[in-house]
């Protein structure tokens, strides 16, 4: 199992930035894929970026452009979100999936979220 921390929320106001980060408690390296998802207030919640098992990124094409997850070092992630809009307001959650045959599976795993509030 793998536990996963986010932080780095917080409240800016539109067009700043803030940097998110998910820390793991087990090398996630070739053994997971890992994502960034976001859940606004009645609204279903959605993958914003993520990473192939091949460790390819993929974005959302609402945050393309804005939006950069990268590998910090094996047990952690980050998302640099950029250029804020006042709908980027979510719980934004980490999340791993177990790789079986080179292949992510189900995200499987979660962090508890963090809260980022964009102001118009």
């Known amino acids: 199992q793998v536990q996963l921390v986010e932080s780095g929320g917080g409240s800016v106001q539109g067009g700043g930035s803030l940097r998110l980060s998910c820390a793991a408690s087990?090398?996630?390296?070739?053994?997971?894929?890992l994502a960034w998802f976001r859940q606004a207030p009645g609204k279903e919640r959605e993958v914003v970026a993520s990473?192939?098992?091949?460790?390819?990124p993929t974005y959302a094409d609402s945050v393309k452009g804005r939006f950069t997850i990268s590998t910090d070092n094996a047990k952690k992630i980050s998302l640099q979100m950029n250029s804020l809009k006042p709908e980027d307001t979510a719980m934004y959650y980490c999340?791993?999936?177990?790789?079986?045959?080179?292949?992510?599976?189900?995200?499987?795993?979660w962090g508890q979220g963090t809260q980022v509030t964009v102001s118009s």
């Open positions: 087990v090398d996630t390296y070739r053994w997971y894929c």
């Open positions: 990473f192939s098992s091949d460790g390819s």
């Open positions: 999340a791993a999936a177990p790789i079986v045959w080179y292949k992510c599976t189900d995200y499987t795993y």
